[in-house]
Nanobody, 124 residues
Framework: QVQLVESGGGLVQAGGSLRLSCAAS????????MGWYRQAPGKQRDLVAG???????NYADSVKGRFTISRDNAKNTVYLQMNSLKPEDTAVYYC??????????????????WGQGTQVTVSS
């Protein structure tokens, strides 16, 4: 079993910054892609940013130039630095990871895991 625990959400004024963290733990052989998604009330969950195990990143157009995704493979942790926040960034932010699990027999299969979500609220 693998757990993803997010932290760093909160309330911030427009133009401010927040840094989200997501730490993975459990029966991990390796972590492949990691990413951040967000879901506003009444809307679907959308990709905000993703990062490969090698560090290649991609972003939603709406956050390019404002958000930066990074990861620390030694700590099994992914970060999302959010600058110049706007009210429309308000949402629950979820971390996702594709993890190759560790089993008693060694390397297991690749599964997808989600964190529990952290609320980000940007006031105008």
């Amino acid at each position: 079993q693998v757990q993803l625990v997010e932290s760093g959400g909160g309330l911030v004024q427009a133009g401010g910054s927040l840094r989200l963290s997501c730490a993975a733990s459990g029966n991990i052989f390796s972590i492949n892609t990691m990413g951040w998604y967000r879901q506003a009330p009444g809307k679907q969950r959308d990709l905000v940013a993703g990062i490969s195990s090698g560090g290649s990143a991609n972003y939603a157009d709406s956050v390019k130039g404002r958000f930066t995704i990074s990861r620390d493979n030694a700590k099994n942790t992914v970060y999302l630095q959010m600058n110049s926040l706007k009210p429309e960034d308000t949402a629950v932010y979820y971390c996702k990871a594709r993890v190759t699990t560790m089993t008693l027999g060694g390397r297991g299969g690749e599964l997808q895991y989600w964190g529990q979500g952290t609320q980000v609220t940007v006031s105008s």
